[in-house]
């Protein structure tokens, strides 16, 4: 009878801080995003280079966004096409207002930092800082909430995403 009190007891310990974090959205939101962002990255290289092209990502503060040229806003025939209509979240309505494009809102409880805003990839799939001439160190994106930090680079030298 005592170790069924104490299972019972440890149990109610154990939930009364566990339960908490399952009904805090921003952790779950974070990871989302984090996902997204490394699936359009990703995404962007294998369009450049499947259409031997340069695809440019854009990395504004409220959405990344992928286009075929340089420029803000993307213009609608230089957008790159989703492989599917996204999810058409709030964030991704407000950011974007295209359900074709290749472009995600970020969640109003995520916050998100970059190293750079445009970088692009070539039709190799190798990164490119924009200007070309720039040699490109790098993408570092740090991704915050719920109060955990999580991080997606993109390699210099290969494109890797991780």
Partial sequence: ?????????????????AIPRFFDRAVYDADTATEQLRSILRYGQKIAIAQNRNVFVQLA???IALCFANEEPCAPANQVRAP??????AATRAACGVRTWMCEGRP?????NANITVMGFDALG??????????FGGLTVTIAGGGTTRTVNV???TGHVF
């Fill in 1 to 17: 009878m005592v170790e069924l009190i104490l299972v019972i007891v440890l149990v109610g310990i154990l939930s009364a801080l």
């Fill in 61 to 63: 503060p409220n959405r």
């Fill in 84 to 89: 599917s209509e996204n999810s058409w979240s």
């Fill in 108 to 112: 109003a409880n995520v916050t998100g």
């Fill in 126 to 135: 190798q990164p490119f800082n924009v200007p070309q001439a720039n040699a």
């Fill in 155 to 157: 390699a210099a030298e």
